[in-house]
């Protein structure tokens, strides 16, 4: 399994951000649960959201109506919508992709991970 994330950058205190995370590996993810997380320099990988096969999704409570996963099963992608960018938002984000119900948010958890794409946002 594969899983190639794009759309990071550098961006302005206020500005959006639309993360995408493609997964291969010669069969259907639309089962598989995905989930993004994130890291800071010095800090822990952090849960950003997970969204199920069924479209159930968990954000970090810091994170509610400003952040929205979304998924496009026939295109084995998963999204990350990033609204009204902080400086704190500033991190190298990682997406995630498991066989399972019941995605979790700790990141020891999940399979398969892409190699992450670094989000920056300037004051």
């Known amino acids: 399994v594969q899983l190639q994330a794009s759309g990071g950058g550098l961006v302005r205190a206020g500005g959006s951000l639309r993360l995408s995370c493609t997964a291969r590996g010669g069969r259907s993810f639309s089962t598989y649960a995905f989930g993004w997380f994130r890291q800071a320099p010095g800090k822990e990988r952090d849960v950003v959201a997970t969204?199920?096969?069924?479209?159930?999704?968990y954000y970090a409570d810091s994170l509610k109506g400003r952040f929205t996963i979304s998924r496009d099963s026939a295109k084995n992608t998963a999204y990350l919508q990033m609204n009204s960018l902080k400086p704190e938002d500033t991190a190298v984000y990682y997406c995630?992709?498991?066989?399972?119900?019941?995605?979790?948010?700790?990141?020891?958890?999940?399979?398969?991970w892409g190699q992450g794409t670094q989000v920056t946002v300037s004051s």
């Open positions: 995630a992709t498991d066989f399972t119900l019941k995605p979790s948010s700790k990141s020891i958890t999940w399979a398969y």
């Open positions: 969204i199920n096969w069924k479209g159930d999704t």
